[in-house]
């Protein structure tokens, strides 16, 4: 009898068990490769001594949209020629308000992004006090028609929201601090119901307080996102959302990460980061800088401001 009820322990023990192991299992899950090394995206091209962030590619890889600006944010967009990356130019769109987070959907169709200019019906000098929605269409000479504002229920009067991305479907992924009685910075969805978007709701993964810059694959089976300074991942499940699994050291060395992107093929991993470690180190044993190499230090891509950052990343296959 004793042994019937240990085995029977035993078993309970296991069953409430698994749901921890299956966890445990999951964060084990090599995304990015232990020999792996970010690199630096275009460098003195589209990373420079200023501040880059938020990338966005068309769907053939040819051209990536970007953030430039500590003070005016600017989308501003460059051309891969085959050897190179061109000088970028600022997006037609954009260049007078504060212009932020491209992001082009699957299809290469339309450009969504986030600013602060003023909507229609208000005085068209003054800069609207929340960050909302907006997106360009392309025309079929390729170029990008006027800037269309998202209306509610997706923008609304009370909140600002950022790092907008958009899948296959036409379903939209944000964030926004503090919007509608949810603390901090947490991501929303809306699904496109054809001529509007339905009501947002909120998007919940486990293992994170906090959910900011989701990065939504096109067929929504994965969703890659900050939390902190980190990037995360979690799986699409039947039930909702895997719990969220942070990527390896070779991506959160503990600078200050933002802005994750997936290129369109899949196979590798853009992100902003202000990350020195590895790239640049002062001889502080051998040499006391003077001041021209101060300025040179300065100057450079590692002076602190955010670079764009590029690394392998191994992704689930639909």
């Known amino acids: 009898m004793k042994a019937i009820l240990k085995s029977l322990q035993l078993l309970i023990f296991t069953f409430c068990l698994l749901p921890f192991l299956s966890s445990a299992q999951n964060t084990n899950t ?15 091209v589209v990373s420079s001594p200023y501040t880059e ?39 037609s769109f954009s260049g007078k308000w504060n212009d932020t987070d491209p992001f082009i959907s699957p299809d290469g169709k339309k450009l969504f992004f986030i600013s602060n ?49 958009v899948s296959n479907k036409g379903t939209l992924y944000w964030c926004s601090r503090d919007r509608e009685g949810h603390k901090g910075m947490q991501s929303y969805y809306a699904n496109w119901l054809g001529n509007h978007y339905d009501s947002p709701q909120l998007l919940t993964i486990k293992g994170v307080d906090e959910i900011q810059d989701p990065f939504i694959a096109p067929d929504e089976r994965y969703l890659v996102f900050l939390s902190g300074n980190d990037i995360y991942i979690s799986l699409r499940q039947e039930n909702g959302w895997a719990m969220a699994q942070k990527l390896s050291a070779q991506v959160n060395n503990g600078d200050s990460n933002s802005s994750p992107c997936i290129s369109p093929d899949g196979k590798t991993l853009y992100y902003s980061s202000s990350r020195i470690v590895g790239f640049y180190k002062r001889d502080r044993k051998n040499h006391t800088l003077n001041f021209s190499e101060l300025q040179r230090e300065n100057g450079s891509l590692f002076n602190g401001q955010p670079n764009i950052l590029m690394i392998p990343i191994h992704l689930p296959k639909g």
């Open 30 to 44: 090599n995304y990015i490769d232990s020999s792996a090394k970010a690199q630096v995206f275009a460098p003195d």
């Open 53 to 91: 962030w938020a990338t966005s590619f068309t769907p053939d890889g040819k051209t990536v949209y970007f953030s430039r600006g500590s003070i005016f944010w600017t989308i501003v967009f460059s051309k891969n020629t085959g050897d190179n990356w061109t000088e970028p130019q600022v997006a």
């Open 117 to 165: 200019r003023p909507l229609a019906n208000a005085d068209q000098s003054k800069f609207n006090s929340q960050y909302h929605i907006w997106y360009v269409d392309q025309h079929t000479n390729g170029e990008w028609g006027s800037p269309q504002h998202v209306s509610n229920p997706v923008n609304i009067d009370s909140s600002s929201n950022y790092g907008v991305s």
